[in-house]
T-cell receptor, first 111, second 113 residues
Framework: KQEVTQIPAALSVPEGENLVLNCSFTDSAIYNLQWFRQDPGKGLTSLLLIQSSQREQTSGRLNASLDKSSGRSTLYIAASQPGDSATYLC??????????FGPGTRLSVLP | NAGVTQTPKFRVLKTGQSMTLLCAQD?????MYWYRQDPGMGLRLIHYSVGEGTTAKGEVPDGYNVSRLKKQNFLLGLESAAPSQTSVYFC????????????FGEGSRLTVL
């Protein structure tokens, strides 16, 4: 059974810093991995989807990488802004299973 | 383009009452899902559907029923609400197959007194 973990659980950084969020999964037989953002009291917004055949995806200041062999994905946020403050979740879609979500990383970017 | 829409957004029930949450998607997705999110428990899958007329149990199906009579709609029912069902409920949808991107609704906050 796929298990997904995220480190750190919470992160506080000053505005302008580049930062990395980590997502680890136990079963490398995956279709894809998706990163989401969730603001308090809101739904999950899709940020980036990486298919199993891809190594990375980029959208604006966000870059997500995928290393299936090591069971890891990282979300890189460049030049962080207070508006980036949210909880970031990763989800993995494995063969024969539904999406499995990590517990999330709560990010605070201080002005 | 509305995406995934959930109604109602807020509801308060008394123990034993019944209610239905409606999820509608306009992206012609095959797969639809109902999750609940609780503090410290993360997102847990309640039921899902891989196409019109089909439903399947997820991780925490007890106390819930679902129906997918139309491709664009997925209903979640609580026949006899319990305080343990106080939660935020999210609907999501994706294209069929393994590679589809998952899209979420804004959530429905349910309180059972």
């Amino acid at each position: 059974k796929q298990e997904v973990t995220q480190i750190p659980a919470a992160l506080s950084v000053p505005e302008g810093e580049n930062l990395v969020l980590n997502c680890s999964f136990t079963d490398s037989a995956i279709y894809n991995l998706q990163w989401f953002r969730q603001d308090p009291g809101k739904g999950l917004t899709s940020l980036l989807l990486i298919q199993s055949s891809q190594r990375e995806q980029t959208s604006g200041r966000l870059n997500a990488s995928l290393d299936k062999s090591s069971g890891r994905s990282t979300l890189y946020i460049a030049a962080s802004q207070p508006g980036d403050s949210a909880t970031y979740l990763c989800a993995v879609r494995s063969y024969g299973q539904n999406f499995v979500f990590g517990p999330g990383t709560r990010l605070s970017v201080l002005p | 383009n509305a995406g995934v829409t959930q109604t109602p957004k807020f509801r308060v029930l008394k123990t034993g009452q019944s209610m239905t949450l409606l999820c509608a998607q306009d992206m012609n997705h095959e797969y639809m899902y109902w999750y609940r999110q609780d503090p410290g428990m993360g997102l847990r899958l309640i039921h899902y559907s891989v196409g019109e007329g089909t439903t399947a149990k997820g991780e925490v199906p007890d106390g819930y029923n679902v129906s997918r009579l139309k491709k664009q709609n997925f209903l979640l029912g609580l026949e006899s609400a319990a305080p343990s069902q106080t939660s935020v409920y999210f609907c999501a949808s994706s294209y069929g197959g393994g590679s589809g991107e998952l899209f979420f609704g804004e959530g429905s906050r349910l309180t059972v007194l």
